[in-house]
């Protein structure tokens, strides 16, 4: 079978889905369904706003699908008669009752080199981890999170000023590599993949409240990771005069005798704070309610916000 002419249902949430998605409708490829999650409201006004996923299959007029659970959707795949399930992203565990019914595979492109970072955010860890490469693993969907054989892999160089936002890019143009040159052995029977080695597994959890919080007490290396990871959405902070503000970029700056959360200078030429092991040179920042900015434009409409040698707990 020609890998174009393939029956692909296609299940997928947030934007770095949307993007494999559209690049596989744009390259050619038979998307017969889409499974996105429900719609939700968003903003202050909650206005009801589709998936990023939602929103390309209806501007090329593709099914789509968004129960509460899929298995509420299990008749409407079976009449389909998919040859492949094709996930990124897409927010539901999938029971095996739906992992069984595709005529070939039921694939998962998985955002890290597994075994390392299984779970819900791997491209955040390789960024909080200071890693210089990740990539995306095409793998078979299996009961198990992410456990699957791995049948192709795609390797993504990460800079040093990658953030979540980039990467997220990255990621999905190797996603769709991935999936596009690692098909068509699965196609012909002819690759079984290659088995984890479970020992070397590492997990990832999704983000929470607690993990934007930036400590001050921590190194600057690990802060910069952490602010590179949750840039743009959504962002590393500190609290300052009962404000969070959100951090979107930072350098390190070497420094001794340092005072963990010290503010040490704060004019037109930017923010620096100490922390444990170095100083942090804020670069964009954000206050409740407002747009982020450049430092330097935030400190020509707030000049006497930051107070020198104060310390942030």
Avoid: C, W
């Avoid at 949430?13 to 939700?40: C, F, H, M, R, W």
């Amino acid at each position: 079978m020609n890998k174009k002419e393939l029956r692909i249902l296609y299940l997928g949430t947030p934007d770095i889905s949307a993007s494999v998605l559209e690049k596989l409708i744009e390259e050619g490829y038979n998307i017969i369904g889409v499974v996105s999650q429900p719609d939700k409201e968003v903003g202050r006004k909650h206005i009801l706003t589709a998936t990023p996923v939602k929103v390309i299959a209806l501007n090329h007029n593709i099914k789509v699908f968004q129960p509460l659970k899929i298995k509420e959707i299990i008749e409407e795949i079976k009449k389909i008669e998919p040859d492949i399930l094709l996930t990124m992203a897409y927010g539901q565990l999938i029971p095996d009752s739906i992992l069984n019914l595709p005529k070939i595979k039921a694939l998962n492109l998985h955002g890290s080199l597994l075994p390392k970072y299984r779970g819900a955010s791997p491209i955040q860890a390789s960024l909080l981890n200071g890693d210089e490469e990740t990539g995306v693993t095409l793998m078979e969907m299996v009961h198990e999170m992410d456990a699957g054989n791995m049948f192709y892999k795609k390797v993504v160089k990460i800079d040093k000023k990658d953030n979540f936002d980039t990467l997220k890019n990255k990621i999905s143009l190797a996603a769709f590599e991935a999936f596009n040159e690692g098909i068509e052995p699965i196609i012909n029977a002819d690759y079984k993949g290659e088995v984890q080695d479970p020992t070397l597994a590492t997990f990832t959890k999704k983000i929470s409240e607690e993990d934007e919080i930036i400590s001050f007490e921590d190194s600057a290396k690990n802060i910069v990771n952490k602010i590179r990871a949750l840039t743009s959405d959504p962002g590393a902070y500190f609290i300052y005069k009962n404000e969070k503000i959100k951090v979107f970029d930072a350098d390190i700056i070497s420094g001794s005798n340092l005072i963990p959360g010290k503010i040490k200078s704060y004019d037109k030429n930017g923010l620096f704070i100490e922390t444990q092991e170095g100083i942090i040179s804020i670069l964009n920042l954000q206050k409740p309610g407002k747009k982020p900015i450049n430092i330097k434009d935030f400190y020509n409409g707030n000049r006497t916000y930051f107070e020198i040698n104060e310390i942030i707990k």
